[in-house]
């Protein structure tokens, strides 16, 4: 069974960066999708960023647009998320998605993901 596991999750000042990672295990096959996604205290699971492993396409939710972006390592089974500028607003648990059934484009939906991490606590302080 597949297993996603984040790290680099952490504590950072506004405007500061983090980077976070996730590994994949027990991976049959490159996944058709593979993203970020965030929960704050209090709100809904909402897509941050998104991409095709497969192909480099990728979607991201405005409000990270020119501050965060996602890579991959297909190699080693590992997706990046590089967050710069951070803000307060932006504290949250981040969760790895993945899904290795679908064949339609990696957008921002959270039903495309099947598949998730436990996530890790990002906490941006003022």
């Known amino acids: 069974q597949v297993q996603l596991v984040e790290s680099g999750g952490g504590s950072v000042q506004a405007r500061g960066s983090l980077r976070l990672s996730c590994t994949a295990s027990e991976v049959p096959y490159t996944p058709t999708c593979m993203g970020w996604f965030l929960r704050a205290p209090g709100t809904e699971r909402e897509a941050v960023t998104t991409?095709?492993?497969?192909?480099?396409?990728?979607y991201s939710a405005d409000s990270v647009k020119g501050r965060f972006s996602i890579s991959q390592d297909n190699a080693k089974n590992t997706l990046h998320l590089q967050m710069n500028s951070l803000k307060p607003e932006d504290t949250a648990v981040y969760y790895c998605a993945a899904n290795f059934d679908g064949g339609w484009p990696c957008t921002l939906e959270e039903y495309k993901y099947n598949t998730w991490g436990q996530g890790t606590q990002v906490t941006v302080s003022s």
């Open positions: 991409i095709n492993p497969r192909d480099g396409s990728q």
